[in-house]
């Protein structure tokens, strides 16, 4: 099982994948929009990080996507090996509503990262309406099987909650894509559970943010 990471992304695949984001439609997360959210919120990392990496979002129907690469611009590199791993979630304002699986930077590190990219902003320019009151459809979360879906729990127009699958309307070859992902990670921890290693859920070993004004969210 290939868990290292190579080290031999080069700047020239951040060029591409950058270049690729923006063709996409997504815009850099500038510093001064950082600085605000961590001023606003309040924000200190759990461990000392080094720089600023190049983050891109996109947004429409009320979510946003956000990119993370792990990419230095400032310094022209890639954070040291094994130091940061590529994210692409979905928020809702300041509340996160998905995480892919993160992204181990071993091969085929930049154009996974941009197919999620594009996957993940179709989610987002095809967010679902309920199919029973027309309102939005939020995203959710099974607890046990860690799934996500669509639900609409609009309790003035139906009783019921309504839900539809993630994957909902996804295009076939996306959906391709996606499958192929999700049975390897299963193939993953598969192999790590014969290891009696139990791998922590990534997004919660990513950084636990504090926050000092809470009250400040959005
Ligand atoms: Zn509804």
């Known amino acids: 099982m290939k868990t290292k990471e190579i080290q031999s992304l080069t700047k020239e695949d ?9 063709e996409i439609g997504f815009v850099e997360i500038t510093k001064t929009d950082s600085k605000k959210t961590f001023n606003r919120l309040g924000l200190s990392p759990p461990r000392p990080i080094t720089g600023k990496e190049a983050s891109y979002m996109y947004t ?10 792990t990419f230095l611009k400032k310094e022209g590199k890639w954070r ?17 509503k998905y995480f892919s699986r993160p992204f181990q930077r071993k091969k085929g590190f930049v154009l996974k990262l941009l197919r999620y990219a594009w996957i993940t902003k179709w989610k987002v320019d095809n967010r679902h309406l309920c199919p029973s009151c027309n309102r939005y459809m939020d995203i959710k979360r099974k607890q046990a ?18 839900f539809l699958s993630w994957d909902h309307n996804l295009p076939p070859k996306a959906k391709q894509f996606v499958t192929k992902r999700r049975k390897n990670t299963l193939k993953y921890n598969k192999n790590n559970e014969l290891l009696g290693k139990n791998p922590t859920p990534a ?14 969210q959005e």
């Open 14 to 22: 951040f060029i591409f994948l950058e270049k690729s984001l923006l």
């Open 60 to 69: 429409n129907n009320n979510y946003t996507v956000k990119i993370h690469t």
């Open 80 to 96: 040291d090996t094994s130091t940061d791993i590529g994210w692409c979630l979905i928020a809702e304002k300041d509340v996160r």
């Open 145 to 162: 099987t860690r799934q996500y879906f669509w639900c609409c729990t609009n309790k003035t127009k139906h009783t019921q909650p309504v």
């Open 203 to 216: 997004p919660v070993i990513r950084k636990k943010w504090n926050m000092r004004n809470p009250e400040n």
